[in-house]
């Protein structure tokens, strides 16, 4: 089985095996993998070409990938969400309540990925007489800009922040990730301004999304740019080979262990250690340190139950 004159192509979406590729040349066609070892997701570059006698296109080979954003799945495997990003859009919300150590984890795998990241906060019509969130939220945009993350608060419902959103995103491919129920379809279906993506309603019971989202999808924007829907999550941590790794998934831990004493510091009770200093002296928020200590903790129990 050998395709015709093969084409380089985009895949805009994955249902599994089967996808939807963006030919160079213009058409998108469906396509699928040939053989069982190759994997595609949404933003790889792959080769493909139509099959004599089938409406499938066949994908050939997957091009190389500049950098991936994994995900283990229930399995404990590292499940491939997007490739060949160059931002990450971390999105909270005011319901369900923002869980600023999972937004942490994930700024963490974009500074392991080494592509740019940003914190959207979505539902901010919710805001109203909720002084205490409004705190909240002032407090983490502070610690987020602190870092020189973009910190963009907005409500796909009543349209406020969506032109600063658009700006953000008019270049290149973004992927929105978040827990489930944040509004990452919502949100892009408002920066489009039609119904491309389904959304859902949060349980009553728990005031958690419904998973709703369940194929990672490449769209187009009005503004320029591209951005990846992708299902929402329950919790979040990146893959990480060991405590070295959660230290590089922080800026400011990052930034101030340069000082430290000792070469192999792990910034958690070692003395002369300039990231607990820097906690001490308040240039370190005490807030994002804690989520520090707790990817460390994180990556031992993970790394214990590693065969
Ligand atoms: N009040 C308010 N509700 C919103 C806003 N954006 C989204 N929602 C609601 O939040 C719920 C979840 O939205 P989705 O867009 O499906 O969330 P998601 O992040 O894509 O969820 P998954 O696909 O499950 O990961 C829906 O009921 C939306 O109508 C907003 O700005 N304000
Ligand atoms: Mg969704
Ligand atoms: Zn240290």
Not at 238 to 257: C, I, K, M
Request: charged content about 30%; proline content about 4%.
């Amino acid at each position: 089985m050998k395709p015709e004159s093969p084409e380089d192509a985009l895949v805009v979406a994955t249902f599994s095996r089967r996808m939807r590729l963006r030919l160079d040349s213009g058409h998108a066609v469906d396509a699928r993998l040939k053989g069982k070892r190759q994997r595609a997701v949404c933003g790889d570059r792959v080769r493909a070409g139509r099959i004599d006698g089938e409406s499938d296109w066949l994908i050939t080979a997957v091009h190389p990938r500049r950098n991936a954003l994994t995900r283990p799945n229930r399995r404990g495997e590292a499940e491939t969400l997007a490739a060949n990003l160059d931002r990450v859009c971390v999105v909270a919300a005011l319901e369900p309540a923002p869980d600023w150590y999972i937004v942490d984890r994930y700024l963490a795998a974009a500074e392991l990925m080494q592509v740019d990241a940003a914190v959207l906060v979505n539902k901010t019509d919710l805001l109203h007489d909720k002084p205490q969130l409004s705190a909240n939220l002032d407090e983490a945009r502070r610690d987020y800009e602190h870092l020189a993350y973009p910190f963009v608060a907005l409500s796909a419902e009543d349209g406020t922040g969506l032109d600063e959103l658009a700006q953000l995103l008019a270049s290149g491919i973004s992927i929105l990730v978040g827990q489930s129920g944040v509004g990452k379809s919502s949100i892009i279906n408002a920066l489009l301004d039609r119904d491309a993506q389904k959304t859902g309603a949060l349980s009553d019971k728990h005031g958690e999304g419904r998973h709703t989202t369940v194929n990672s999808v490449l769209l187009d924007l009005p503004g320029g740019g591209s951005v990846v829907d992708s299902p929402g999550v329950r919790d979040y941590a990146p893959a990480l080979e060991d405590s070295t790794d959660a230290a590089r998934g922080f800026r400011e831990v990052q930034t101030y262990s340069a000082d430290c004493r000792f070469a192999n510091c792990r910034h958690l009770r070692e003395p002369q250690c300039a990231v607990q200093d820097a906690v001490a002296a308040g240039k370190i928020s005490e807030r994002r340190y804690e989520s520090y200590r707790r990817l460390v903790n994180l990556t031992r129990q993970l790394a214990a139950k590693r065969p």
